[in-house]
T-cell receptor
Framework: DAKTTQPPSMDCAEGRAANLPCNHSTISGNEYVYWYRQIHSQGPQYIIH???NNETNEMASLIITEDRKSSTLILPHATLRDTAVYYC????????????FGQGTELSVKP | GAGVSQTPSNKVTEKGKYVELRCDPI?????LYWYRQSLGQGPEFLIYFQGTGAADDSGLPNDRFFAVRPEGSVSTLKIQRTERGDSAVYLC??????????????FGEGSRLTVL
């Protein structure tokens, strides 16, 4: 699976959009981009995934560049409860469900 | 139950002892995963089951670690001759099928193991 690079930490003001970047320059054509987050003392939680089109759900939006070498997770109106570590993962869609987690981005939402 | 259940939530043991950690996945989920997470690190993959069989055990660090899933539901992670370096949170996750591309794994809250 391709390697991802994320900034170790970011801050965001409550109510503002949080934009979390991820680089995956070695992604291959059959690899999806997944985002999970982990709130302190809990297990990771799925947020969203995509292949090449932008995706949106009730939690977030995922913007994938045309060359698919990077993506951005957008939390449109961050709340204090969004403070967590966010993991960007790439994975072949029909491979066994193993996810390889990196270090992630620690997002701190501040009042 | 509604989610993945892991027991015990906390386990303190002494170096050299044997430990078992249990995972009860979401009903109907055929795939089950074990991860461990050290402080400040992302979850580290250990083993993945599809049904009763271990489809990928490449993450098990050594032969002191073993996992079973005899009936394709509940799984037990077994650690022999525990060492202080085994101290971590052990996470279990389950998902519907390896063939689905949604890739959504549902995680439990983990079992915190402390080896003194």
């Amino acid at each position: 699976d391709a390697k991802t690079t994320q900034p170790p930490s970011m801050d965001c003001a409550e109510g503002r959009a949080a934009n979390l970047p991820c680089n995956h320059s070695t992604i291959s054509g059959n690899e999806y981009v997944y985002w999970y987050r982990q709130i302190h003392s809990q297990g990771p939680q799925y947020i969203i995934h995509g292949l090449k089109n932008n995706e949106t759900n009730e939690m977030a939006s995922l913007i994938i560049t045309e060359d698919r070498k990077s993506s951005t997770l957008i939390l449109p109106h961050a709340t204090l409860r969004d403070t967590a570590v966010y993991y960007c993962i790439v994975r072949i869609y029909n491979q066994g469900g193993k996810l390889i987690f990196g270090q992630g981005t620690e997002l701190s939402v501040k009042p | 139950g509604a989610g993945v259940s892991q027991t015990p939530s906390n386990k303190v043991t002494e170096k050299g002892k044997y430990v078992e950690l249990r995972c009860d996945p979401i009903s109907g989920h055929t795939a089950l995963y074990w991860y461990r997470q050290s402080l400040g690190q992302g979850p580290e993959f250990l083993i993945y089951f599809q049904g009763t069989g271990a489809a990928d055990d490449s993450g098990l660090p050594n032969d002191r670690f073993f996992a079973v899933r005899p009936e394709g539901s509940v799984s037990t992670l077994k650690i022999q001759r525990t060492e202080r370096g085994d101290s971590a949170v052990y996470l279990c996750a389950s998902s519907l099928s390896r063939d689905t591309h949604t890739g959504e794994l549902f995680f439990g809250e983990g079992s915190r193991l402390t080896v003194l």
